[in-house]
């Protein structure tokens, strides 16, 4: 049986020679959400740390939300729970500033995000349009409080490679290129457009209701006023 040098109320299981461990175990009754979050998050409200695979602790329990390690890397988001009453009770916390730390504890991305997550990378290749799916170069990640703040794009260094200025992201990056991007919702119409990654610069306005990639082809349909269907060839290059 693993010896930890200290006690705790939860004890993950090893992933790349790291155990995730809380100080605290939370019952999901126990919490209030913000809208919005998904199951994902219910499973990791705790305060978390991260001890080796001799029982030893690295990084001493301080975030309130963690993942396990993936690639020598972690997400992580700072805050502090409080009780609230207005919320039956339950706990709350007023603030999430998420970020990424590798496996000394050191901010690799500062946590100062209201959310960051990986995107899939989305090639299509050969007859019958085969997709492939493994994790993008890039980032997603919303800045500026969830009232005020955007969606933009860093790399694994926390830069901008796209400004936070998008109402909304796809979780689809093809060819590690091209994202569709939303624009605040007009009416409940909910329009997208395309942005390039490599292009730096948005390659179709958000006119389109719907968009869509066969191999090498680019498909944009309008619905609404001209009813029109454009079909464009691009050029992806494959990441290697």
């Not at 009453?85 to 050191?106: H, V």
């Not at 260094?157 to 689809?172: M, T």
């Amino acid at each position: 049986m693993m010896h930890f040098e200290k006690d705790y109320a939860v004890i993950c299981d090893c992933k790349e020679g790291i155990y995730r461990v809380s100080s605290v175990k939370f019952d999901n009754s126990q919490m209030f959400y913000r809208i919005g979050e998904t199951d994902e998050y219910e499973e990791i409200p705790g305060i978390w740390g991260y001890v080796d695979s001799k029982g030893k602790e690295i990084i001493a329990p301080q975030y309130i939300y963690a993942f396990d390690f993936c690639d020598g890397l972690a997400y992580v988001a700072k805050g502090k729970w409080e009780r609230r009453k207005e919320w039956d009770d339950k706990y709350w916390t007023a603030e999430q500033l998420w970020g990424m730390i590798n496996k000394t504890g050191d901010e690799v991305i500062p946590c100062k995000f209201d959310e960051i997550t990986r995107f899939i990378y989305r090639s299509i290749e050969g007859a019958g349009s085969l997709t492939h799916d493994i994790d993008s170069c890039y980032l997603k990640a919303h800045f500026g409080g969830w009232k005020e703040g955007n969606w933009g794009i860093l790399d694994y260094s926390g830069n901008w490679v796209a400004e936070p200025v998008f109402y909304d992201l796809d979780y689809d990056i093809y060819y590690d290129d091209l994202i569709v991007f939303q624009k605040k919702p007009d009416n409940l119409h909910e329009l997208y457009g395309i942005y390039s990654i490599k292009q730096n610069r948005i390659l179709y306005e958000p006119e389109f209701n719907d968009i869509r990639y066969d191999r090498d082809t680019i498909i944009l349909e309008n619905h609404e006023k001209t009813k029109e269907t454009i079909t464009v060839k691009y050029s992806f290059v494959a990441r290697v």
